[in-house]
């Protein structure tokens, strides 16, 4: 007989947070979770060791939102520093109707956007603040924002901080704290810089980690297509028009444009994710992709940090990546949360011995790289048959 799962009320979630939990279809923890709401419902500090699409943001959103109390104008009681405005609006989003359901204002801070809301947001005495730290640091030394009463504070994707070079301006905003307060800590990797973090800024953490699980090859299906330069748009697009979510990973901004206008004139819902668009068209597009309105996003491996949306069935390397790494974190982003997931490389005939030596890296040599055309069959359901059998 199995043993029941375990539920957000067994962690110690209040009865109205498991409510809304409830209310939109969550009802049992993610591992990551699992190991960190008890202690950091309790008061401790917590530092946890998980990758994005992991279930961090209930981890300490849950915690916190249980001890927040009422903001004051220009004064919030918590924050969350994030390294992306990306992932600020996505963990805004996931912790909005926890905070609303007690009353409390969430406000959201990033770059790239007009200074007079968020200014208004802090004067209206938002309780929980979600930003990226150089956009709090201008206000802050502004007068518009004070962190004198700050009880909680959470860092999430601490390493992508390191990575982005922001680890200057988080520490700036964690000096001008002078309250006692919890500070919870996530996590990819937690040696070197991040250790010093955490040694310097929490005290007594509960370590915790979520065991990795070989995401790179056994939870996911892998396809290798031979492509013709002419066809090769149209490939792509036949693989979207054929799944739900696709997203697509290009090397280059320019060509994530040029991608994006291929698709759309063979009628593929796409739009383009990368540095050089405007914020607002950056956040609907990613926006329409979360709600279903897009077959396809196209985007740049600095665009797609933070990028923390489920449901991705498919990721094409329109462009092989430079180096395994890439491809393991490109393609791990359609096999969240235990899902399986489908990752296809397309490969012109100049690339094929770089794509040989990245499958011997990745162990997924056994694979031949199968020649196809967008009108292939094949192309409708990659997953239903084996590219050996191609030979």
């Known amino acids: 007989m199995c043993a029941p799962m375990t539920t957000f009320a067994d962690l ?7 409510g809304v939990l409830a209310a939109d279809g969550i009802e049992h923890p993610f591992p990551i979770q699992e190991l960190t709401i008890p ?19 209930l981890a300490f959103g849950l915690p916190l939102i249980d001890r927040l109390e009422q903001g004051s104008p220009k004064r919030p009681r918590a924050l969350v520093m ?41 004067a209206d005495g938002a309780s929980l603040v979600v930003a990226t730290p150089g956009r709090l640091i201008d206000l ?85 297509i031979q492509v013709h330069e002419m066809d090769k748009a149209k490939v792509a697009g036949a693989i979207a028009k054929a799944s739900q979510r696709t997203l697509i990973f290009t090397n280059t901004k320019r060509a994530a444009d040029r991608l994006t206008r291929d698709l759309e004139d063979i009628d593929v819902r ?21 709600a279903g309105r897009l077959d396809a996003l ?14 991705i069935d498919v990721v094409i390397h329109f462009d092989p990546p430079p180096e395994h790494k890439t491809y393991l974190h490109r393609s791990g982003r359609t096999a969240r949360a235990g899902t399986k997931g489908l990752a296809v490389t397309l490969v012109l005939w100049n690339e094929e011995l770089v794509v040989k030596r990245l499958q011997r890296r990745l162990g997924l040599d056994d694979l031949p790289i199968v020649e196809m055309f967008s009108n292939d069959e094949r192309l409708a359901d990659l997953v239903a048959w084996d590219p050996r059998d191609a030979i």
């Open 270 to 290: 796409v739009k383009a994710v990368h540095g050089d668009l405007p914020q607002k068209a950056r956040e609907k597009g990613i926006a329409d992709f979360a």
């Open 12 to 18: 110690g979630v209040p009865e109205d947070l498991v």
């Open 140 to 224: 802050i030394q502004r007068g518009e924002a004070e962190l004198n009463q700050i009880s909680c504070v959470v860092l999430d994707e601490a390493d992508r901080m390191a990575d982005m070079g922001f680890l200057p301006q988080v520490e700036w905003v964690l000096r001008h704290i002078d309250t006692q307060h919890q500070t919870l800590l996530f996590s990819a990797t937690l040696d070197g810089v991040i250790d010093g973090l955490v040694k310097r800024y929490q005290h007594d953490p509960v370590f915790m980690e979520v065991e990795e699980k070989a995401v790179t090859v056994e939870q996911m299906t892998h396809r290798f």
């Open 298 to 311: 196209v985007a740049s491996d600095v665009a797609a940090r933070g990028l923390d949306i489920d449901e």
């Open 39 to 57: 202690d950091a419902i309790a008061g401790r500090d917590v530092c946890g060791k998980a990758k994005t699409g992991s279930g961090k943001t």
């Open 82 to 122: 994030v390294p992306t405005r990306e992932l600020a609006i996505q963990v805004a989003e996931v912790l909005e109707p926890l905070a609303a359901s007690r009353g409390h204002q969430t406000l959201t801070v990033y770059g790239g956007a007009g200074f007079d809301e968020q200014v208004k947001g802090f």
